[in-house]
């Protein structure tokens, strides 16, 4: 299908007969050299390339455009051309081969998004014969001045008396014989020329045939052709009114694109029209450049009469008829514009509006509720007081209608009326108190009802009157509610955005990059499918089955097509927390309240300008200087800024354009959204990366994306032949090293083998010396154990007979010599003590030299006993009771001689330092340890002697102790022997406890 059928399609579609709106106003703006866009005001010519950038030619150089920079190509940037006066535009937009001249005529070819001074006999370039007469993109031909005009593959040669139509290689098609008067304009369209004529008609010359037409439009006989040829497109202006030419089957059918505007007196020259886009572009030769959109959205007209409060200021809407809505201060705004006015402002708090079944207005103010009739021209009305303020009113499907009142000052919650507008004499009545304040109500089938609060959303059975919150509702204001049916509910908030309930589960939708969404106001579903959604920051439009999708986790992002006051409306800030919040009226009108108006458009007629461009990396800047974007881009390690300019062209609201890029590579990140045009890199280690660069294109919320590879070089040292280098050296050296190693070795080995003989033969002298040294120390000891042996030995003989006679005496003596008695008493105690201490010795010098830490199994309580009756006089005479309450039955294997030692001297010590007191002997058993315990009721010790002792049994040296009895020495060292453990805990002048631990054997 040719470029020509489908333009003419479209615009056919246009033009058939339909309800729709007034004519559209236009938003324009002019782009120039004061306002820092172009570097020149001349815009010469003006067309698309390939993939989607407008270019201009000026004075100063070319310009590319891609709806938010203008990028210059001058003598500063394209290399090898020595004037920036640039003319117009030849070539052909299909195969990137735009071309133009400067007044030097060097040629300029526009390829691939860039410019390059190229040669005349370059196969880009097309042959540039074509003649001009008159001002730049019109063509006038006058008698006696033949010219040349090329379109696309075809050529046509004017002379005064024919038309030649040549094609490929120069082959002739046709031949017109046609002589025309003084002058004419020629124009063509579609690879056919025509010529216009001067009473609303025009000559067609195709296939062969002339012919002679009619505009269906009304044009001035007065009216001029303008041509762009790269863009093959045609217009004509007629009495200030602009016209695209499109042409199907030889049949002209312009359509007006531009209206009250004068081209002549702003010296336009050049223009081209966006069909896509529905966007104009007009070049003045002195003025810049001036772009035209068609603005979609309507606003009411400011009305003859405002009423009271209104300033323009609007809130609830309700259906008034078929072709008009009322608002909530009595102003009615038809779909063609026309206001009308009844007074019930009065009795409004303009919030909320309901129109019943029989046309009724229900409106609120305060603690009161009307209702206007129809049937009285809305002059009579009823009127019902409450107790409270109302929040809310509803109509549901059965025209029943909800209100929603709160509670009374001071208390929680509110109450749920409901009145039947059906009856002749209706009364609210008291449905329900509920724990929340309703902000709107909602149901779709009465029998849920859905209320909206200031904490949140609500689920109410209508039956049995049960009330739940939906839990992941946050708590905030719930603005409005959308029920396409019962199990699909559509949440506004104010300040969280909006949500989906459906199956049970809720969704929270992304919000917009500048958060406006999350002040939703309303939400109204067109016939299409879209979501059209108002904020306080302009408005949104939202395919349903995308949010559906990212509900359904098939979706990541969701596209979000936003609309400013630049698209119609005169402010960005709508109205919420009312009801309705929006009309849409017979399913082809949308009415939203807004801060200035009421605006009304047709989604149908709506234009959505899309953001389906390519993206493209066009330059790179690395240390300012700029490199072509290629597929073998190498930075310099040392590099320190690279800048990638990132570019997409987009021509709607730029919005709606959100370019997101990530770097993958040695080092990454992750997806970041654009803020300029550029994304820059620093100090990247080396190594291969990939910028990625993508964006939604549109409802469908489908990625375009862009995948750009390049390298950060190696320094010589990581590059993969010095590793290679470096590896073969080094396993040279090892090798090198090794036999290097293996003659040492052998050297080492000869003199090792010398010193093994010398050092043997020394070692074997110092062996014999070592055994003549252990045997003499071996005798020594022997003879010191011999020495104290018999010492001991010696020293016990006498002792134990002195102890024998002393106790003799004692016996023996006149009971009448008490003192005596007593003193003899006193020599063969001390005696005896003496004598069991040297026995004591001698058995620990014994017992030193034996391993065996086991006896026969003996009576512990039999031990004990011996031990008391050997201290039992001298505790007497200290007034000190040693009690046994040890186990009669209790037998141990412990090595008893040394246990007997070790108690002796517990016991001794127990009795020095008890005086009328008490000693005690018990015992502890289980399964595990036995626990001989030794208590008394004496002088204790001190802190710093328990310390010394308890630290002494751990093996821990306190130097600056100076306690160093015998008795407890020789105590740790035969417990050590029996690997048995004590325990030493004693208070001041209150006593101490000893406890000797021995694990069990058997």
């Given amino acids: 299908m040719n470029f020509s059928y489908i333009c003419f399609s479209f615009l056919l579609l246009l033009l058939l007969p339909q309800k729709t709106f007034a004519q559209k106003p236009y938003y324009s703006i002019w782009y120039s050299s004061d306002s820092n866009h172009l570097p020149q005001n001349s815009v010469k010519g003006i067309t698309p390339d390939k993939y989607g950038f407008i270019w201009l030619s000026t004075e100063n150089g070319l310009v590319r455009y891609d709806g938010r920079n203008f990028k210059v190509f001058n003598m500063e940037n394209v290399k090898n051309i020595t004037s920036n006066r640039v003319t117009y535009f030849r070539g052909n937009v299909e195969t990137d081969s735009l071309i133009t001249l400067n007044e030097k005529t060097e040629t300029f070819l526009i390829n691939n998004r860039t410019v390059r001074k190229i040669n005349k006999t370059n196969n880009h370039i097309p042959n540039l014969t074509t003649s001009y007469i008159g001002l730049p993109g019109i063509h006038y031909a006058q008698k006696y001045n033949p010219f040349t005009i090329r379109t696309g593959t075809n050529k046509y040669v004017i002379d005064n008396n024919n038309i030649k139509q040549y094609g490929a290689g120069h082959k002739l098609l046709n031949h017109y014989n046609y002589t025309f008067k003084d002058s004419a304009q020629f124009f063509f369209n579609s690879g056919n020329i025509f010529i216009l004529g001067k009473n609303n008609d025009y000559t067609s010359f195709s296939d062969g045939v002339i012919k002679s037409c009619s505009f269906e439009n009304s044009f001035h006989k007065k009216s001029k052709i303008y041509t762009n040829i790269p863009a093959q497109q045609c217009f004509i202006y ?21 209206e009250n505007f004068d081209l002549e007196q702003n010296n336009i ?19 810049g450049l001036l772009i035209v959109k068609k603005q979609d959205f309507k606003q009411n007209a400011t009305p003859y009469y405002h009423s009271s409060g209104t300033d323009d200021v609007y809130y609830g809407l309700a259906e008034y008829s078929k072709n008009s809505i009322i608002a909530s201060s009595g102003e009615i705004f038809a779909q063609d514009g026309s206001t009308n006015l009844i007074s019930i402002d009065r009795y409004s708090d303009k919030f909320m509006l309901i129109t019943d079944y029989k046309g009724d207005i229900w409106t609120k103010k305060g603690i009161k509720l009307y209702r206007f009739t129809k049937k009285s021209g809305f002059k009579k009305f009823n009127e019902w007081t409450f107790k409270n303020s109302l929040t809310t009113l509803f109509k549901a499907p059965d025209d029943k209608i909800w209100i929603g009142m709160f509670n009374d000052k001071g208390k929680k919650g509110s109450f749920l009326y ?20 309703s902000s709107t109500l909602n149901t779709i089938d009465n029998k849920v009802l859905w209320c909206g609060s200031w904490k949140g959303l609500y689920k109410i059975i209508l039956k049995d009157k049960t009330v739940s919150k939906i839990a992941d509702i946050p708590n905030v204001q719930v603005r409005n509610i959308y029920c396409k049916n019962s199990n699909e509910i559509w949440i506004c908030t104010y300040g969280k955005g909006f949500y989906l309930y459906k199956n049970n589960k809720t969704t929270a939708f992304p919000i917009d990059k500048e958060q406006h969404l999350l002040t939703a106001h309303c939400i109204i579903e067109d016939k299409s499918g879209f979501l059209w959604i108002t904020t306080n920051k302009g408005m949104f439009l939202i395919l349903k089955q995308d949010l559906l999708d990212y509900a359904d986790k098939k979706l990541e992002k969701v596209y979000y097509h936003a609309y400013n006051k630049n698209a119609g409306f005169k402010n960005n800030e709508f109205n919420g927390g009312c009801n309705a919040c929006g009309i849409y009226l017979n399913h082809e009108t949308i009415f939203f309240p807004s801060m200035n108006g009421v605006v009304y458009f047709n989604p149908d007629e709506v234009k959505n300008r899309l953001p389906v461009n390519d993206i493209y990396i066009d330059e790179i800047d690395v240390d ?45 990140q992750d997806w970041t959204p654009m803020t300029e045009d550029n994304v820059s890199f620093s100090n990247l280690p080396p190594g291969n990366y990939t910028l990625k660069a993508r964006k939604l294109s549109g409802f469908g919320s489908k990625f375009i994306s862009k995948d750009f590879c390049f390298t950060v070089a190696h320094a010589f040292w990581q590059t993969g032949w010095f590793i290679a280098l470096l590896v073969t050296l080094s396993l040279f050296l090892i090798y090198l090293i090794y036999k290097l190693r293996i003659r040492y070795i052998k050297y080492k080995n000869i003199q090792l083998q010398k010193q093994v003989v010398l050092q043997t033969q020394q070692l074997q002298n110092t062996i014999v010396t070592l055994r003549k040294t252990k045997d003499d120390l071996d005798r020594q000891i022997v003879n010191h154990k011999n020495l104290i042996k018999t010492i001991t030995h010696d020293i016990k003989s006498p002792l134990k007979f002195m102890a024998i006679t002393g106790r003799f005496l004692y016996n023996n003596f006149d009971r009448q010599e008490a003192a005596l008695k007593d003193d003899i008493q006193a020599m063969y105690t001390s005696s005896a003590q003496l004598y069991h201490f040297v026995d004591n010795f001698l058995e620990y010098a014994k017992e030193t030299d034996i391993n065996n830490n086991e006896s026969e199994p003996y009576l512990l309580y039999d031990l004990v006993n011996e031990k008391i009756s050997f201290f039992i006089n001298i505790a007497s005479a200290a007034k000190t009771s040693i009690i046994n309450n040890i186990a009669q039955d209790l037998h141990l294997t412990e090595n008893k001689q040394l246990l007997s030692i070790i108690l002796h001297n517990l016991l001794d010590n127990a009795v020095k330092n008890t005086y009328d007191g008490v000693i005690t002997f018990e015992t502890y058993v289980n399964n595990k340890a036995i626990t001989i315990i030794i208590k008394d009721t004496g002088n204790g010790m001190s802190d710093q002697k328990t310390h010394y002792y308890n630290n002494l049994l751990q093996n821990i040296n306190d130097h600056k102790s100076k306690h160093k009895e015998m008795g407890l020495h020789m105590i740790i060292e035969l417990l050590a022997i029996m690997d048995g453990k004590i325990n030493i805990s004693s208070t001041k002048n209150t006593g101490t406890v000893i406890s000797l631990l021995f694990t069990v054997k058997n």
């Fill in 238 to 258: 007629s009495n200030k009114k602009l016209f695209y030419v499109k042409e199907k089957k030889g049949k002209i059918a312009p359509q007006s694109v531009f």
């Fill in 269 to 287: 020259v050049s223009l081209y029209y966006d069909e896509y886009n529905e966007i104009l572009y007009l070049g003045s030769s002195n003025k």
């Fill in 418 to 437: 409901h009145i039947n507008s059906h009856e002749i004499n209706p009364e609210p009545k008291l449905f329900l108190k509920v724990d929340f304040a």
């Fill in 624 to 668: 300012h200087k700029v490199f072509f974007a290629s597929d073998t881009l190498v930075l310099n390690r040392n590099f320190e800024k690279a800048k990638f300019f990132i570019t997409s062209p987009y021509f709607g609201n730029l919005y709606n354009q959100n370019i997101e890029t990530k770097l993958e590579g040695p080092v990454g």
